[in-house]
């Protein structure tokens, strides 16, 4: 296959060339609507409060990115969201008001707008929460999810950041769900299986045990489980599952028991009855939970608490976790679309909502409360690193070995009997990105576009990848790039490398595409979008190779082991083990630091120490060994160059789940052609 730049692979006309309409803005919503605040931002687009200007209502846009307006993927899975929304109208659920598609193709919708806290917000600022308020708060969030349920659909991602408290007219306590961004229909009672074998979808702190399985069934008791993790929560101001990393979480959601109350509630706060209902509700097993979310609320309604707040006390409550957004600059209906058309793709976020949540709130984080919110981030954006089944006591990332068999690394592994046969492996294929030639401010690279160059071309020639080559790329083009990969089968195989700028701003880290910005996030390619998006990928082993500053940040969880088997029939074994599992891996050249351009001749550290190990191999390779080698070839340019380029510097190249990408304990393989089965 040629070498193409990204203009030649997608044509003239893809979204990020000069193609027609590129600068035009999207007529429509500003006549209407004038944009008060930004709520949050992410890859596929924004949320806005605003105004309606002829009814004078606060509503909230969520309006997709314009480099989207031709990506039909995207459009079914925005417009997916807001038939949801529109099919399952409840006082308990946020209203849609309006989905509609701008004349140059723009999707938006228009959701009721909540003034109001996050139980998130509640517990970072109050602790527990009255025992009477925490019980008619998850009653009418049973109602909530009893009504989704009755319409086909598991929500999937039950949070305190996905609940909100406001109130109604007459000033009492009123609970919203919202973000029905990756509910799930399903069809039947005996088709529960709601994503893909092996596929986790939420957040690890939250989700029932099942969630975790590549072989469970997902129904309405896993909701059912999350919103009892949460009601433990509120009437205690504790979380129930013991641990603090994600391989901990995961062990005590499938294996070990909840805090007990006489350790979380000493001073028996909390009703035997309610005790007893939460039990239940955090049983491991569905079948020894509530059946329905009416069953639930049932247990609940024999309490007759009450709703335990004073009307004094709510609006403190309020009061205590208001934030305050900044403004949008003014414009008038009459230039309405041209400053829409800047706020929407040219401006930074002024407040990104790092967990992918709380997108119809009107409230943020609490200033307050910074280690509960970094916290959070660090638990729904940890990797979910394990197998379908553990042995308890024995869990380990990516342990399929019994535990008294240590990983081989360095030597141990080198002296492993090489696979002589071929095996089946799976087709192959790979998208190469390098970026050098940066035009909004933001200086060359010297070797990204040659480093794509050589990869691409090693693994066509040596592992019979089928390479999609893209030099120089937009933000539209990348992203058009990796949606490309949308009709691959669970057992193709699917690499992904980019060579090119890198940034951290705030809790996140991004790649660049040409067209970025130096001084906006507009054209930045999350690394949270790029788990999302990779999460929706069918095909089941996915890596993700990065070499740009501040790569590590794609990365979570904690490394990945060699396996320990030495002769070729376990190797055999240990292939076929990895093979059913579903990964979604990333080696990147570096953590949360910048990286080296240059030093090796025409290319930089990491892909001169990548192209080495690759080069030449004659057996299948896994990548956490590919990753032992490269980090000691690494590790070696880095302290002979390092006194030359950059005294004092460091550069260590990290292995490991991509964080919130479906992720469960499979390995990517390197197999040289003549060892692929046909």
């Not at 599952?241 to 109350?261: E, N, V």
């Not at 690193?385 to 380990?396: I, M």
């Not at 937009?474 to 790039?481: D, S």
């Not at 490269?630 to 006194?643: D, H, K, Q, T």
């Amino acid at each position: 296959m040629e070498n193409l730049t990204a203009q030649d692979s997608l044509g003239q006309d893809s979204p990020g060339q000069d193609s027609p309409g590129q600068d035009s803005p999207p007529r429509g919503i500003g006549d209407t609507y004038q944009l008060l605040a930004k709520l949050s931002e992410g890859g596929m687009g924004a949320i806005y409060k605003a105004r309606h200007r002829h009814l004078n209502q606060v509503r909230v846009i969520k309006v997709m990115r314009p480099q989207f307006e031709d990506n039909k993927s995207f459009q079914t899975r925005f417009l997916r969201e807001a038939q949801l929304a529109a099919e399952v109208s409840h006082p308990n659920i946020a209203q849609l008001y309006e989905y509609a598609v701008t004349p140059s193709g723009i999707a938006y919708m228009v959701l009721e707008f909540i003034d109001g806290l996050t139980l998130e917000q509640v517990l970072g600022s109050s602790g527990a929460a009255p025992v009477g308020l925490a019980v008619e708060l998850t009653r009418q969030a049973l109602a909530a999810l009893g009504h989704l349920h009755d319409h086909g659909s598991v929500h999937r991602d039950v949070s305190p950041d996905n609940l909100m408290l406001t109130r109604t007219l007459s000033g009492a306590a009123r609970l919203k769900l919202i973000d029905l961004g990756i509910a799930k229909q399903i069809k039947e009672p005996d088709d529960l299986q709601v994503t893909r074998t092996g596929t986790f979808i939420g957040k690890v702190r939250y989700a029932a045990p099942e969630q975790f399985s590549a072989n469970s069934k997902i129904d309405y008791r896993s909701d059912l489980y999350s919103l009892g993790v949460v009601l433990y929560e509120l009437v205690t101001g504790q979380f129930p599952i013991q641990g603090t990393d994600t391989s901990s979480l995961i062990a005590g959601h499938l294996f070990h028991g909840y805090l007990p109350f006489d350790e979380s509630d000493p001073h028996g706060r909390v009703p035997e009855a309610l005790r007893a209902a939460i039990d239940r509700a955090l049983a491991k097993s569905p079948d020894e939970r509530f059946s329905t979310a009416e069953e639930f609320a049932e247990a609940l309604s024999q309490l007759q608490l009450g709703d335990g707040l004073e009307d004094a006390e709510l609006s403190d409550l309020f009061e205590r976790g208001r934030v305050v957004y900044p403004a949008a600059p003014e414009h008038s209906a009459e230039d309405g679309d041209e400053a829409l058309w800047r706020l929407l793709d040219k401006s930074g976020s002024q407040s990104v909502d790092a967990s992918g949540t709380g997108a119809l709130s009107g409230a943020e984080s609490l200033p307050g409360t910074p280690s509960r919110r970094a916290r959070n981030w660090a638990m729904t954006a940890a990797a979910v690193t394990l197998t379908a089944v553990l042995a308890a006591g024995a869990l380990t990332v990516r342990q399929w070995w019994p535990a008294s068999s240590p990983p081989a690394t360095g030597e141990d592994a080198a002296q492993r009997a090489p696979i002589t046969q071929p095996i089946s492996l799976g087709r192959y294929f790979a998208l190469v990105i390098g970026n050098d030639a940066y035009r909004g401010g933001l200086e060359p690279l010297t070797t990204a576009v040659a480093d794509a160059r050589a990869v691409g071309d090693l693994l066509e020639s040596e592992y019979g990848f089928e390479v999609q080559r893209l030099f120089n790329a937009t933000y539209a083009q990348v992203r058009t790039g990796i949606e490309s990969y949308l009709n691959l089968n669970s057992e193709d195989n699917l690499l992904i490398f980019y060579a090119g700028h890198g940034r951290l701003e705030g809790e996140g880290g991004y790649w660049l595409p040409v067209d970025a910005e130096s001084d906006s996030t507009a054209n930045w390619i999350s690394n949270r979008d790029i788990s999302e998006t990779l999460s929706d990928l069918p095909a089941n082993h996915v890596l993700v190779m990065a070499d740009s500053c501040y790569s590590g940040t794609l990365a979570g969880g904690g490394g990945l082991g060699v396996s320990p088997a030495t002769s070729e029939a376990e190797r055999l074994a240990y292939v076929e083990q990895m093979k059913s599992r579903v990964a979604r891996v990333a080696l990147t050249s570096g953590g949360q630091a910048p990286v080296l351009d240059r030093g090796s001749g025409t290319h930089s550290v990491f892909t001169n120490a990548l192209l080495g190990v690759l080069e030449g191999n004659p057996d299948v390779l896994e990548t956490a060994l590919l990753y032992t080698r490269l980090n000691e070839r690494v590790s070696a340019a880095v302290e002979r160059l390092a006194i030359e380029l950059e005294p004092g510097y460091s550069q260590v190249p990290e292995y490991a789940p991509i964080p919130s990408a479906g992720d469960a304990g499979g390995e990517f393989f390197f197999a040289p052609i003549g060892l692929q089965a046909l």
